[in-house]
Nanobody, 121 residues
């Protein structure tokens, strides 16, 4: 079992920054990748970024490369998503998930409750 709790969402103006946190617990974290997904209003949940807990290797969807950075803190069992130069299209509910590291949400068995990000123009 893996438990995930997101925090750090909020409202910012375009060009601003936010850092999301995903606190993870469970005995087998090193067996998983932790990913961030976003669900915008009226849209399907989409992959944003992922990090392999054991190796630290990362992956991003093309639209956030150069703006978002995913990182982990092993001591705190926490994964972060640093989001810079935010734009309105980045708004949505952000979820962290534990699973295989693929970009398809079907590859993730454990999900957090989500945190809202709103970017105004």
């Amino acid at each position: 079992q893996v438990q995930l709790v997101e925090s750090g969402g909020g409202s910012v103006q375009a060009g601003g920054s936010l850092r999301l946190s995903c606190a993870a617990s469970g005995r087998t974290l090193r067996s998983y990748a932790i990913a961030w997904f976003r669900r915008a209003p009226g849209k399907e949940r989409e992959f944003v970024a992922a990090i392999n807990w054991s190796s630290g290797s990362t992956g991003y969807t093309d639209s956030v490369k150069g703006r978002f950075t995913i990182a982990r803190d092993n001591a705190k069992s926490t994964v972060y998503l640093q989001m810079n130069n935010l734009a309105p299209e980045h708004s949505g509910v952000y979820y962290c998930a534990a699973g295989s590291g693929v970009s398809n949400s079907n590859g993730y068995a454990y999900w957090g409750q989500g945190t809202q990000v709103t970017v105004s123009s």
